[in-house]
């Protein structure tokens, strides 16, 4: 009959919406941002302070804007080496800046002629000279769950 013939068309049609994925039944969550991406922080000169990791995903703000991150977490130093996760990330590209902020201030500390005074880092070790590195010297790709070391860099005098 035609509303047998309606209830089996419904019937294919859930069917096929739930074999692709798009159908969501009563108390399932949409599919967003999974992944995840663990930074271990090693080469900590002390276990004083905490340590402020910033997470970007824009060049632009890399690594000087921490406030215009996508993400940032300060932990409390508890033990060393250290491990911070940043969770829920939607896949792409991604560069961390670390920084060992000593007294707590939640500030990158500075002498008078503007050279860091705490220990810094960032995703891929790049090597730092005079100036941070840039975006894509640090950016790691992150399309599954993901793990970066970053060593922890003291510039004489800090």
């Not at 890399?62 to 977490?73: G, I, K, R």
Request: hydrophobic share 40%; aromatic share 6%; with cysteine.
């Amino acid at each position: 009959t035609k509303v047998q013939l309606m209830s089996r068309h419904r019937w294919f049609n859930l069917l096929l919406l739930a074999s692709s994925g798009i159908l969501l039944l009563p108390g399932q969550v949409s599919a967003g941002p999974s992944e995840t991406l663990v930074v271990n922080i090693s080469g900590l000169k002390s276990n004083r302070g905490q340590v402020c990791v910033s997470l970007f995903n824009r060049p632009q703000t890399f690594p000087m804007q921490p406030e215009n991150s996508l993400a940032s977490q300060c932990v409390k130093i508890t033990k060393v080496p250290m491990q911070i996760t940043f969770k829920n990330l939607a896949p792409g590209s991604y560069a961390v800046a670390a920084l060992h902020d000593v007294n707590g201030d939640g500030k990158d500390n500075r002498n008078f002629l503007g050279i860091p005074i705490e220990g810094f880092g960032f995703s891929r070790n790049p090597m730092v000279s005079t100036a941070p590195p840039k975006f894509e010297q640090a950016a790691v790709q992150v399309t599954a769950p993901t793990s970066i070391s970053i060593q922890m860099v003291y510039l004489p005098g800090s």
